[in-house]
């Protein structure tokens, strides 16, 4: 079943933004620790942010490089992904985690995820 559910993917031209969202039922949203991932075809799942719910620093993956900020909302169990300055290797599926167990950039210490959501970016 689907446990987060996400919004805000499309269809964009490199260089430009999109925000990405992601809404949980309290129960998961509260969980500790809040990530997206993304999935070229071909291609493994790979870790962009993650987050944690008390707080402290993100965590992102070295091809954001800057770009990209993840952010969340308490009060709304929400979680967004900023992206800017898009390039056309950006173009996957992106997917919300939540429910960490192990290393943030691990898709398999994940528990609970959302249904996905394309991104294209075209040069």
């Known amino acids: 079943q689907v446990q987060l559910v996400e919004s805000g993917g499309g269809s964009v031209q490199a260089g430009g933004s999109l925000r990405l969202s992601c809404e949980a039922s309290?129960?998961?949203?509260?969980?500790?620790?809040m990530a997206w991932f993304r999935q070229a075809p071909g291609k493994e799942r790979e870790g962009v942010a993650a987050s944690y719910r008390r707080g402290g620093g993100p965590a992102y993956a070295d091809f954001v490089e800057g770009r990209f900020t993840i952010s969340r909302d308490n009060a709304k169990n929400t979680v967004w992904l900023e992206m800017n300055r898009l390039k056309s290797e950006d173009t996957a599926v992106y997917y919300c985690a939540a429910d960490l167990k192990g290393p943030w950039n691990r898709a398999s210490g994940y528990a609970y995820w959302g249904q996905g959501n394309q991104v294209t970016v075209s040069s």
């Open positions: 309290e129960a998961i949203y509260n969980k500790n620790w």
